[in-house]
């Protein structure tokens, strides 16, 4: 019995490989997502167990309000005071201690530019000889820098931005530009990538200059003596530090740093996963189509096994080990394509300005498990109901030609079970957005079942839409196709269930694709608006990558340019205030004049009065904490200073996003509290206004400071917009995936279509019509289909849109008409590509064979 | 799974059927393909069924073989009544005592010629026995062609495929609807050669539909169906004779 179900398999090659690809793509996005993440988190701990391999104890500074991941800002910890190296170097069980800068540098390339992409980190860090026996980096080629004015940095970059040994290259700390000449190249052992960023080694007076740590350190590292071990050295060290320090064994610290960096990569890992797991969804839908259509063809071949004694239980048990055997050749073959796909998933990464440290490749056990139990469960959840359809064939039909199979008990209950699926979905989806109280895990874990719920539902319901839709989308069709168009309209309303299920499987990836082209829409219109009512500066300066903090050493170039009116910068640090993390932002007097502040309370020249202990806050902030003006409130900063600030004016920010953050304070405050502060912002008004002479007397200005960009109130808008193109973009390429998938279940009901007909289509052929026609006709149906699957998805996703913009409270309602557009002119040219092999076979039939069929 | 089905009838006859009607459909269109058939057919009979077309013929092998059920009336095989009986009852007396022959052979494509008259015993889950395969095999003439595809095979091969595949299980009754409909008259005499060899080797009970006269010379009994009803029964009846009765009937 088992025999005859893998022959059967063996005889339907095409069919069974068809079948299979639905699911080997989703399974391979799985297995490349692990794969790619894995990899990455192996290098990080890779570099962070090289960085602390020698050291039996690293001393570090502690940020007083946590280490946290929070957005924009300086979330450096505070430095070490030069006396605790003499104190520790004094230690009985401390052999060596080396004290060190660790920072972040750009490095600049010939063109002038920062070199490094999108948000890479340009690390840098001190040498000193006497620490050698700690140092992570091994010198390739020259030496180690030994002068004020030497630099080594890494041999990527060297080789990659072509500076070789002797040259000079340019570095922007925290002030303007400097050069340094290039005496060493380093590597990281062990790692074959990191990623795009940067390093520059200088030595430590030089780097504690270069960062405005004259005196002090960022870290300490120290070996213990013979006999100490790790621990006692760290309990030794411990009551030396202050509490803005602390210490951990090497060990430890390295754990830490590998735990850091894996909490975002599991949100990446996570974020990827649930792409494949979305096109898994689509697969399922392809599988469980292929499979009824192909029962429904082997109808005659299952009531003779049962005339022959089968039961209906064999029956199901043969479909279910089809389907078995097809689930794990394809998650096998899924999970091997996943190694080449983490590859390219890294590329579109790097392409899209994320590059990640590689290592060697890591194919854990758990990708593997993972891979193939979700691609055979998948498979075999897909495969169950046309397998129960399979047990309902009647021993009959073995010799009844035409024999139906009695509906389902679930069919025979019509649209009733599909309406309860969408209210289900619905109540779902609503429990998710509005209902208060709940986790986000648990929100997150209703929409997402209200949303397979209602891609369920709206499948259950498409076949009773799908005649009256075939009828108007296949009008074009039958004015244009001639007899062929007209029998493809036909053709696509003949098996409404069939018809629906395929285009079901595309809609699925159409609802999202909208989805997010809404979303992105409705933000972008939000944020312009927003733009443009703030904005009333001439120009603004940001750095190069659009969203770093840059050193105030450029806002105060460009007070220095004659005609200058106002220059503003808006200072961002992290801080914490009535017990949760926060970013704060800091700014000078001149901040009305170039920012037009919706005022609740206060008015233009509040600013102005913040002086050392003033607050401005948002509304929703304000009244989240009751606050107004006049309320004390206490903020504490990764220093571990405490500020004790009060209210004196409070802001309504557009809804689009503000450059403001929640709590403002005077630059001034923010420059004594927060060690080398950094604007995220600077805001220019110039005599003249934005002109080509003004933009070129400010970049003139800017020209020590190739970390700056200036740019107009319009360049600006783009500028901070491309984050979101970028991501809308990504989130294409991911999606893309599953439309694949579906394209692929177009074509798998194609090809079995034209082999089920392919007597219909012989005697078509003996009445006249041509190869051409033949494939004309097989291509409208599956424009057709793909049309269906556009009317189904595209609606279905602006619903989702606007659900979802109700949810977050910012029903920005922007439909992108244009891009809607462009998805179903995407899903015409879509129908037509996967038309192309089944129209290939249509026409090649032979009309003698094909009329002797059987 | 193999839980042994107890006669439930009484009689000694290998088919035992009463008062079998067969209604299609409903209202004005209804069909009354059957209209009151009994028979029984005692072990080692082959008997025959004919009757123009649309008498009923297929339907009644469907009912005796438990494939379609009456509208009314009983069945009982081997002992079993079987109208009455669950799917899976039912398809375990097809398994042990019932052998179905097509009129389009219904060959599995994939499989080949030996492994096609192995499918019920492999179904079942039953070991071959290879004697008894050889003897079929040299009995259908088929020792040659074992390893060949149904594609590979004439109409006449397969039909013989499909006859060794009824008989490797020892049904109780083997039942066949025109085995010889879809082949040309020398290859359906060889067909009725078989199949009255069968009768006679092995004890074979069987029933089967035919348009051929020449089943004259080959049957028990010759039952004659029109318009859902047995109206004459033949018994060592001349070819001619058969010709004679049909050509009444239309
Ligand atoms: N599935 C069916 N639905 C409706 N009528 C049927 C069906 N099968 C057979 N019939 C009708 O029942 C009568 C007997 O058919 P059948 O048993 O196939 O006759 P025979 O095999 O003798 O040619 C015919 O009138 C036929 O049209
Ligand atoms: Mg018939």
Do not use: C
């Amino acid at each position: 019995m088992i025999r005859v179900a893998l022959k059967g398999l063996l005889g339907r090659k095409l069919r069974a490989a068809l079948t299979a690809i639905a699911i080997v793509l989703g399974v391979a996005m799985v297995s490349g997502t692990y794969v790619l993440t894995d990899t990455i988190k192996a290098a990080f701990s890779t570099v962070f167990s090289t960085v602390y391999k020698h050291s039996d104890a690293v001393i570090t500074g502690k940020s007083a309000i946590g280490t946290d991941n929070g957005g924009g800002g300086n979330t450096q910890p505070p430095s070490l005071s030069g006396s605790l190296l003499t104190e520790v170097q004094h230690l009985p069980g401390v052999a060596l201690a080396s004290a060190g800068i660790s920072d972040s540098a750009r490095l600049i390339g010939h063109n002038g530019k920062v070199i490094g992409r999108g948000g890479a980190p340009g690390l840098a860090f001190s040498y000193t000889p006497s620490g050698q026996r700690f140092n992570p980096l091994t010198l390739i080629r020259g030496s180690w820098p030994a002068g004020p004015g030497d630099i080594a940095i890494d041999e990527a970059t060297a080789s990659r931005s072509s500076f070789p040994l002797g040259q000079t290259i340019g570095v922007v700390a925290r002030g303007p530009e400097q050069r340094f000449r290039i005496t060493g190249i380093v590597k990281f052992a062990n790692v074959s990538s990191l990623g795009g960023a940067t390093m520059a080694v200088f030595t430590l007076p030089t780097a504690q200059q270069l960062f405005h740590k004259n005196g002090q350190y960022d870290t300490i590292d120290v070996a213990a003596a013979h006999g100490v071990s790790p621990r006692r050295l760290v309990s030794e060290i411990r009551p030396l530090l202050p509490a803005s320090a602390q210490v951990k064994t090497g060990q430890q610290q390295a754990q830490q740093a590998t735990k850091d960096t894996s909490g975002f990569l599991t949100i990446f890992q996570d974020f990827l996963l649930a792409f494949g797991g979305v096109a898994l969804f689509v697969g399922s839908f392809v599988i469980a189509n292929t499979l009824s259509i192909t029962i429904a063809q082997r109808t005659r071949e299952l009531a003779t096994m049962r005339t022959l004694g089968a039961t209906g239980r064999q029956v199901l048990r043969s479909v279910l080990l089809e389907a078995f055997v097809i689930g794990s050749l394809a998650s096998v073959v899924g999970l091997f394509l996943g190694l080449a796909l983490a590859k390219g998933l890294n590329q579109l990464f790097v392409s899209f300005g994320i590059d990640l440290p590689q290592s060697g490749t890591v194919f854990a056990t758990r990708t593997i498990v993972v891979s193939l139990i979700v691609g055979i469960l998948i498979t075999l959840a897909a495969a169950l109901r046309p397998a129960l359809r399979a047990t309902r064939v009647p021993p009959i039909a073995a010799v009844r030609e035409g024999a139906v199979l009695p509906p389902s008990r679930l069919a025979r209950l019509g649209s009733y079970p599909a309406g309860v699926t969408i209210a289900l979905a619905i109540a779902l989806m609503l429990v998710g957005l509005f209902v208060g109280g709940l986790s986000t895990g648990s929100r997150l874990l209703a929409i997402g079942l209200g949303t397979l719920a209602l891609f369920l539902g709206v499948a259950m319901l498409a076949p009773t839409l799908v005649p009256p839709l075939a009828r108007v989308l296949g009008l074009p069709a039958a004015k244009l196709g001639g007899a062929a168009g007209s029998l493809a309209r036909g053709n696509a309303a003949r098996n409404p269930a069939r018809t629906a299920s395929t285009a079901s499987a595309l809609m699925i990836g159409l609802t999202m694709v909208t989805l997010v082209g809404v979303l992105a829409a409705g933000l972008r219109t939000r944020f312009q608006d927003s733009v443009n009512q703030l904005f009333v500066a001439n120009y603004a300066v940001t750095a190069t990558d659009n969203f770093s903090p840059i050193g105030i050493a450029a806002e105060q170039a460009l007070r220095r340019v004659p005609g200058v009116e106002v220059v503003s910068g808006v200072r961002a640090g992290r801080g914490r205030a009535f017990g949760s993390n926060m970013n704060v932002t800091a700014v000078d007097p001149g901040v009305t004049r170039v920012m037009a502040l919706k005022w609740q309370s206060g008015n233009p020249s509040t600013p102005a009065q913040l002086d050392g202990s003033g607050a401005l806050v948002s509304k929703d902030w304000a009244s989240a904490n009751h606050l107004h003006v006049g309320s004390p409130l206490s903020l504490q900063t990764p220093s571990g200073t405490v500020l004790h600030l009060t209210v004196r004016g409070v802001f309504d920010p557009p809804k689009g996003g503000s450059q403001l953050g929640d709590l403002s304070i005077s630059t001034t405050r923010f420059d004594t509290a927060y060690p080398n502060p950094q604007n995220l912002y600077t805001f220019v008004n110039i005599q003249g206004g934005a002109t080509p002479a003004n933009t070129g007397l400010l970049n003139m200005a800017l020209s020590g400071f190739p970390d700056a960009k200036l740019q107009t109130k319009t360049q600006f808008t783009h500028n901070q917009l491309q984050g979101l193109t970028l991501l809308l973009n990504l989130l294409y390429v991911l999606l893309s995936l599953s439309i694949v998938v579906s394209l692929f279940g177009i074509v798998n009901t194609l090809v079995l279509t034209v082999f089920e007909r392919t007597r219909e289509l012989g005697m078509l052929r003996a009445v006249g019509m041509t190869r051409r026609q033949i494939r004309r006709l097989i291509r409208h149906e599956s424009v057709i289909t793909a049309l269906l699957g556009a009317t189904l998805g595209i609606p279905l996703g602006v619903v989702l849109a606007l659900m979802v913009g109700v949810a977050l409270k910012y029903p920005v309602f922007t439909v992108p008409v244009g891009t809607l557009v462009v998805f179903v002119l995407a899903a015409v040219i879509a129908g037509l590509v996967a038309a192309i092999l089944p129209a290939r076979r249509a026409g090649r039939l032979n009309v003698l064979e094909a009329l002797q069929y059987e | 799974m193999h839980d042994q089905l107890q006669p439930t009838g009484s009689n000694s006859n290998v088919v035992h059927a009463r008062g079998l009607t067969r209604r299609y459909g409903e209202g004005a269109t209804a069909v009354d393909a059957l209209r009151g058939i009994s028979i029984d057919v005692r072990s080692g009979q082959l008997v025959a069924v004919m009757g123009p077309s649309g008498s009923g013929k297929s339907t009644l092998m469907h009912i005796l073989a438990g494939l379609d059920k009456p509208t009314s009336g009983t069945v009982e095989i081997a002992g079993t009544e079987i109208t009455e009986l669950r799917d899976s009852k039912l398809t375990l007396l097809r398994r042990e005592h019932i052998g179905f022959v097509f009129q389009f052979f219904n060959l599995l494509p994939m499989l080949d010629a030996e492994e096609n008259i192995l499918l019920p015993l492999s179904i079942a889950g039953e070991r071959p026995d290879d004697g008894w395969l050889e003897e079929l095999l040299r009995k259908t003439g088929l020792t040659d062609r074992r390893s060949h595809r149904p594609a590979e095979l004439s109409g006449g091969e397969q039909q013989r495929v499909a006859i060794a595949r009824s008989l490797i299980t020892h049904p109780t009754i083997l039942l066949a609807d025109e085995p010889t409909g879809n082949l040309d008259s020398k290859t359906g005499s060889e067909i009725l050669e078989l199949l009255r060899d069968s009768a006679d080797a092995y004890h074979q009970t069987i029933v089967m539909v035919t348009h051929d006269a020449r089943v004259a010379s080959i049957a028990d009994r010759i039952l004659v169906l029109a318009d859902g009803m047995i109206v004459k029964e033949l018994i060592g009846s001349s070819a001619s004779e058969v010709l004679e009765v049909m050509s009444t009937l239309g």
